[in-house]
């Protein structure tokens, strides 16, 4: 691949360190080895190779130096020089200087050569320049020499020099300003006929540099160009001159036509006449390179005239004019006339070159591009019109005379085809899109007004050429349509048949661009073809026609008076067929309709043709076959519902008996005429039966497959019993072939077909072995035509051609079209594309690019081996052995023959069907060994014809591998043995070569482990052929090796290292540059020993270095032109697979930027075969690292990639690439991404400017990433905008940004936090996206409008809840409801298509949902109102458009958005705000109103609809009619399966929603809701609810819409009107408590599925309540208890809602007096339930709800209740009491209390709880005797517990819920002093620790004035005990005042107890104070007062209240009796 050197990413194949290692020292960067490798140019530094190099130079030994290892110090002296300092470089570049020219001179090698001029000329270009001139004159004194000249000098030294000259000159030569013209003329030396051709070519390579290097502004320019003019003057007019010295030529005539200026020309100076009539000599030499090398220079010779824009001089003018005429387009005229391929070949890749030149080069603008595009249309016509004159003058000449000519019609496939690739490849690609419009418009205007002068050929180019243009556009607009339309209406009614076929084809193109009109185009083609039906049996009726046959389609009328009938038949039944099968393609399809009635009138052409005239009468069966042919293959299932018999029987009116009668007796009358038009329809007939039986011949039944297997055999028998059709087998007469042999040939052709398709039981009849025996004298027959091997050369391609790279190098082409354009074999009359599926399965995929690309009798040929292929395989022994012998004997038939060539031909044809019968693994192996040896000799005498070419040697070889499959493993043995000897010892090389290839093919057929035991003969065997043999074979050998190790795996690892060895001396051969395909192969070799060492592959390993080197060598530029063009190319593919290698088995050893630029640079090639191992390559590294790939930006090199793309397969592997990098790098920079999709789909006008593409596709250039260069041939393509498929795939990836990126993080969805947090959110780019969306919404493209209005739907759900940051109460998105308003009005519009409209509805829904209206009452009105529009059309039963121009699916699925849209804008209301949702509620009302009824109707049907789908066998969908239409739109609703494509999704995704508002509106009573009516419709929703539940859902959102449709569908008022009964109760809990089972996530959806299921129970228990059901509230109450069960397990924060549930029914029971046992049972399990729950250990809010629980349900009941079911309950032992319940509940509770506040846990969540379940403990216990109970111990344990907790918080929160408990129920005051001994204690150390801390304190006052209060009262009870500790406390806290309330509530203490009646105490206590204390507290005391404590609510305080809690409870026990 031509390409400059990598700077930075990678040179010559060499890893550079990667920029991560960059950052560290060396030393860590070796030690880091084991993870990343760094070859040894990365490392070290360029003195270190001059160094090498000088000691390499020392060391050479005889005057030679070992070169092999020169040659990879050269590659890493050349990788290094570039990024070497200038100052270094300048230092050691004498030095370095010296060594490359001492080696340069002592006879290098090509390779080496090159390496050594591209180091030198970049040292003179980046070092010291100075010594350029002085080489150049030391170069031009030792070439100007008679010892250089001489032969004594070698070639090599010669040779080297001279293209050190031209390294040289090419790369300086601007500075070269001296000398020139001594250079000139030594290169004119060293061109004369006495040198070598080597040393001519290199002499004219340096010739065409120094023109080329110098310009044409140099003094001695006009001299240098016209002694260069000269000198290939004079070469051109030898004979034998060579093709490396043609090759030189042609490069000397390019370097002249580039140089030259216009005035040289015009003045005379030069002769433009003799550069034009040399280029035009080139094109027709013999050799392909050669001709393709003189088209270039033929090319630029035009362009250069093109050069100047000067339009106003008329000299500059009339020159480029005439240099077009003279140049291009009448040579390409004539050469098209007399059917020159070569030089016609030659002249469109000259056209082709001349186009992208100045397009590239020249920037011309598209306007003058379009002026171009007229001149190969000229060619064309000049052709076509000069042939027809021909014709009519002297009749039929040339190509006129083939067996298709006869069927002719005036096209010319070939003229056709090179228009074709000019056109497309020249004109079209590199158009913009306006400029494609224009010459649309252009081609259907000049056709509108030119049609009837225009011959049939150009007429075919130009639609062939509408026809891309519109696949390319995508959507041509509805002017341009109609256009097209009314055009193509006249074309489908043309003489030619051929125009009228491609008239079909361009409609069903226009109905794929435009698929709105796909139905109206399908509508009045079946309109347009009834009445042409009708027309001919009008008139066919009324006329008799006895006209003879003519030339054209045999359709027994040729010019007689109903031809235009017929005409019109036939051109509108190609229109319908095209149309048919343009329907997979369409988005929206067609209605069913046209299907069926398509069906109905193909059935009654050929069942019931209506016209008695036999010519009519065919016309009618071929039409309908035609049309049948395509419905076969694209609408079976359509035309089975029409066509109630077996669908074979369709066929009877060709193979039933009375037919077959018929047409016997037709033939047997010898009427051409007749039997012309009998074999034509049934031809047709045929190919509607070979697509027919292609498609479903799996699927036939037994009974099937015998009626068809008999009606195939009698058919053969007809045609072996008859000779009018065996006939084309004869030799034409002087007129040319007759039109009946020419059906003959196309009858057996399409019967052949039918029978490759059969299996191996039909081939058992012996008519078939007749028939093959036929097949063989055919071929005898057909090869008298082929006058030389040359003429099977595209016969053998299509049967041998197995992807082999040997094969594909003799099409070598820049492009598929090109390649196409030169296998390129059909004539007139030849066969459309469908031949192409007779070739073999192991022939190249794909079809060709041009119509009619293969003759009729080429076909014929195929079509006759491919039969006698299949009888071969499975017949009998006995008859393939007779077929064997028939087959090698047919060179023998032969006998005037004097060169030997139609023998060798034929023997070749014979050896086809053995090759494939034969040929693979599958093939039968019992043949007789007479047979073998037959076979046998026929390859050996193919081996002795080895030198007539490469197809012989290939035929021989492949003849060879099919005989190794007829044999044993030991046989198979022997013959590659003796393959391999005879290799060895044969003098021949064309010999030596077939035995070659011949070794590896039988090395492939054998493969495996087998091959070990012969390895080593033939790996020997090849090796000392290397050595030994000249290089023209040497590719043949690498290729040899390559396929030995392929196919021997493991077994090869022992000859890695000698093949490599053998691999680099052929690299380093003299004619490793010369010899064509021997570079690639080599690389090839080296991939192969890539692969066979695998993991084994090291870096840094000898097999490392030189595969690199090799891979270097093929990546390497080629900048003096040394290397073959399709080298290059090949080159670059194996660069690609090595690659691939590396990422597969050292993914360490290069970095992924350097596989990268590598794969990435490869994309723009025009080979698809390198495209798409660059592209499966880029998705495997993409896949395997993601995150490397992506930190290489090649996003927008994909798409520009993508958009030029036209291989499905690496289509949809850029796709995937991108894919993967969008999922994983969308979240990480959306605003990266957002701005490279958006740009593209919304591509404006582009600059009309070469790079145009780049900045389109946001490729940067100034971005430093250094690429590989792509060849020359790709450079100048450039799209100048992305085409319509490009900019859909955009716009659908940018829908997915928004969930890609809101699944990552939520603050993309967060304006606020994206604020604050620094980087790349998506909130940040939502104006971006709005502003995106929006302009594609409006735009004009309809495939991008539903795109844009999903994008901002997708907007709206990631963004449409995120605040704006300037304005936080307001939503971001309100900022843009204009864009959202007005994209709505768009979207909802009558004139919008479907998807359109089914995209507003979503957004209709988004928009409100979201809150963008802000509360606009009159803008919520009227987006109701477009919404409701629909409706009203609906209720007045008004058609549907959409019906009408549409499938029945989208028709469907824009149903199912609309009402999806109406259901979530009827359920919106409850989500919103209650004053918000209230006026909401009443637009919709008012809106819905009118349509609530058939709204609820749709609702439910669609529901209906959605069970059968989801439930129903598909086999029901046929029988069953939607639904969803209502009654008013019954009669229109398509059947389910009709709909389904465009329903199921939408259904599946819809119905939720749906069944929440259908519900929702029956809760309302907005319909009818009551009476009859509204039970059936309660009814109805109720079971499908039911049915809905059984749906399988993976979103939580369809879970909470059926709890909440049943949570509506079980309110009470339902059962009030007695429309619940128990089943419907039943089926409502089990869907609930399913639900809840099922479901575990996390989130708010599963929160309120536990609520609705809850909601759901408690509606049920209020129901079986209310019903007063015997023994029905227990079962409803376990639900409940169940439905706790799965809160708790599920989700906490609605377990608190699901346990009011059981509450609630307790409430119900005790009020409804239920019976005591049903009250028991059920606070039996209730509180089970909750006790239960905390032996799980479940969090803390669980066990606080579930404590809560327990003493709540205790407390529905009093006590004396309680005692009553105490009392119940003992009657059953198993039922413990309540009292006994609530006792173990307590306990449980402690212990965990106690446990925590042992572990300093947070116990806060159940101290609540605990207090109040004590309160109710202690009530109980009250009932029993006086004493401390069980439970009042254990809540002793627990305060204990909690005042030794250091949580003095917790502390204080205990004391004061027990005084409320207290002050509410006193309990016996025993266990309060208890409970006060246990708390003072620690009362009085918070108290001490306050007092005595110095600053600040961990309590807060409110807890110290609670411990101030409860102190004074213990002192009250027990002041001798308890005042001396706690009066210093108090006095020391009164004197402090730190804090006001605290000094205040101490102070108040002091004063109760000196005034009460511990005053005695108190003074005695005072009097033993210290004086400061004593005066202190008096002085406090004496300046205070009692303050007057305000009484605060009792009740617990949590947190930091405002004041402490007032103890009442403890101020008011009586504790007096407590005193002792």
Known sequence: MEGEELSGVEKNGAAIVSRRSTEFDLDPIISRRSSAYFDEEDLLGYKIWVAELELLVGQKTKGKVDFRACYILLQKLNATIEKTSVEELKEYQRRCEDALVDILLKGAPPPARRLICSSLSKMYGKGDQLPLFSRVSSLQLFLGTREAFGSQTSEDIRLGAMELMTELYYSHGRSLAVGVLETCLIAVKYCSRSCLNSTRQAGLRLLSATIEGVGYQHREADRVQSEGLKCIEKIMKEKNRGDPVSLGVSDVLRAVAACVPVELWLSGSLSHDTARTLCLSGIRDPSSAVRYSFSVALGQLVASAHSIDDESAKEIVSHKNATMEQCLIAPLAEALLSEDRHASIALSQAWVYFLRYIKTHNGIDDSALLQLSKGPLVSVRVASATSSSLHIEKGPTGPDVGLGASLSTGERPFSQACAMYILRCGIIEQLGEFGQREMLLNLVDALLHSIKDFPPSLIIVELECMSYLMEVLGEIGDEASESVEKLLATCLSHDSAVVRCRGGSTLASLAIAE?????????????????????????????????????????WAGSSKFGKEIHALHGWSCAVTCLVGAVPSLPLGIPSQYLKVTSQIAAALIESPRCDHPGARCAELESGYMILGSLSKHALSQFAAVYCDPILNI?????????????????????????????????????ALSSYISSNLEYFSADEKHTLYGWLTAMVKVVLDNHVICQSTMNASRSGFSQVQACASLFQTRLFKILSLMPSEFWADEALSALCNNCVEGIANSANSVLSVSGLKHFLTFLLDNDDELIQRFFFSKDIFERDLMRFSGASG???????SLQVSSASAGEPSFFQSVSLPEALLIARVVIISCVLMHSSEDERSDIVKRLVDLPSMVRKDKTGSKRLALAMVAASPLILGFGTSESPKSLPMECIQKIENMAENLVSESSKGFWVQITASNLYSAISNLIDIQHSYQLLSALCENAVSTPSLDQRATYVLSIGSISRALGGLGLASLLPQIVQTLHALAKASASSISALIAHALTVASSSSGPAFLPYVKKTLDIAQEMILDDSIYSTAGLLPSIGRLGNAMVACLGPDYVPGSDAYAICRSIVSELRAPDSSGVRLKEDILSGALESVHY????????????????????????????????????????????????????????????????????????????????????????????????????GISTAALPKRQEDSSREIFGIDDDDDTPEIEVPKEREDASVLRPRLKTRIFAADLLSRIPRLASQSSKVHLDAIEAERHQGDWLVLSGAALVDIGFKLASGDVDGLR??????????????????????????????FQAQFVSALRLSLSKGASPAVNAAGCSLVASFLEKGISSGDNALMEKILGLLCEPLSLWSSGSPDQTQNAYSEWVAAGARVALLESHAICATLQESLESSQGSRYSEIVTRSHGPFYTILVECWT?????????????PAHHASYTLSLYGRLGASKAPTLKDAKRGIEEPMRKAWPRILDAATLVMAQDRTVSHGNSGQARYCSLFELAVACSTFDASFGHTKVSILRSFARLTKPQYATQGWVDDVMIDEAAMVALEIMKDYRTSGDELIEICSLGSEIISNIVEISARKRVPGGLESRFCWAIECIHLSAASASSCLEKSLEIPRKALGILVSSAAAPEEVCYCLYHSLKCATTLLSSSPPE????????????????????????????????????SISEILTCAFSEMTLKFIEACDQNESVEHLLHVLLFLGQIVSHQDSKTEAGISECQGTFLGCLQAAMSTSQANLRQTMVAGIDVWIEENPPATPWVLQCCSVIYPAIIGDLFEYATADGTTAFNPEHIQMAIQICTGFCTVRGESYLPSILPILVRIASQGEEKKVTTAAVAALLHIAQGPLSSSFKSLMLHLPEEERLSLHKVLTSGSSPRHERKPSGTTTGNPASAPVLKGFQALDLSRFKK
């Open 651 to 687: 066929w009877l009116p060709v193979f039933d008996e009375s037919p077959m009668k018929d047409f016997q007796s037709v033939l047997d009358t010898k009427d051409e005429q007749a039997s012309s038009a009998e074999m034509w329809w049934r031809a047709e007939a045929l190919h």
């Open 1741 to 1776: 809010r669980i066990t606080s709800l579930a404590y809560r629980h327990i003493t709540e349900a205790a407390s529905i009941v009093s006590g004396e209740k309680t005692d009553t079911l105490d009392k119940a309950m003992a009657i059953d032992l198993d039922v413990p």
């Open 830 to 836: 030849g066969l459309e594309r469908d031949i192409m």
């Open 1139 to 1238: 690659v691939q290698m590396l990422v597969l088995f050292v993914p360490n050893a290069l970095t992924t930027a350097q596989h990268v630029a590598v794969l990435v640079g490869t994309l723009p090639s025009r080979q698809p075969n390198l495209r798409r191992a660059a592209a499966d390559t880029i998705r495997h590294l993409t896949e395997k690292e993601t995150k490397d790939v992506l930190q290489q930006n090649i996003q927008a090199s994909l798409f520009a990639a993508l958009d030029g793309e036209t291989d499905l397969s690496t289509t949809r592997q850029l796709k995937q690439t991108i894919e993967v990098l969008l999922e994983n790098g969308a979240a990480k920079s959306p605003s990266d991404w957002i701005r490279l999709l958006g």
């Open 515 to 555: 698929p709105g009109r796909a139905a109206r185009l399908f509508g009045s083609s079946l309109n347009a073809l009834k009445n042409a039906a009708d027309a001919l049996v009008d008139i066919s009726s009324s006329v008799s026609d006895k006209s003879r046959t003519q030339q054209g389609i045999p359709r």
């Open 1346 to 1375: 539903s795109r844009g209005v999903q994008l901002l739907v997708e907007t709206l759900d990631a963004l449409g809840s995120s605040k704006d940051p300037l304005s936080p109460e307001d939503l971001l998105m309100v900022q």
């Open 1501 to 1513: 049907g669609l529901l209906e609809d959605t069970v059968v789908l989801l439930k129903e066998e």
